[in-house]
């Protein structure tokens, strides 16, 4: 099973929607990338980075810089960089392509701008 198939109910329909575009319009790099974490850059007016990370058991951990991510939200940038992960086959871990895949935020990393 795809992990964007696994993970798309905990994204908003609008991140989603939003995500495909980004990932559609190659505005999304891997800076590095494996079969157990990723860091993807967006292009744009203003650069985010993305952060997934893939244990053991099947549970990708994801952080963003942006705004969205910080409102505690599943964003478009990280709906984006498990579309990008997907195709280039990342974060499979030790066995190829998982069938069950969960996913959380890393919100304890948030700061917020003074």
């Not at 505005?27 to 974490?37: E, F, H, Q, T, Y």
């Not at 942006?66 to 409102?71: M, T, V």
Request: proline share 3%.
């Amino acid at each position: 099973m795809s992990i964007a198939r696994e993970t798309s109910s905990l994204f908003s329909s609008v991140a989603r929607e939003r995500g495909r575009d980004v990932f559609h319009h190659r505005a999304i790099n891997i800076v590095r990338g494996d079969a157990w974490a990723m860091t993807a850059s967006t292009l744009g007016s203003t650069e985010y980075l993305i952060d997934l990370v893939r244990n053991n058991a099947n549970h990708i951990t994801a952080r963003c810089t942006c705004f969205e991510f910080a409102g505690r939200e599943l964003c478009r940038h990280i709906w984006a960089a498990l579309l990008l992960a997907e195709k280039k086959d990342l974060l499979t871990g030790p066995g190829g392509r998982p069938h069950k895949v969960t996913l959380s935020a890393d919100f304890s990393s948030i700061v917020i701008p003074q």
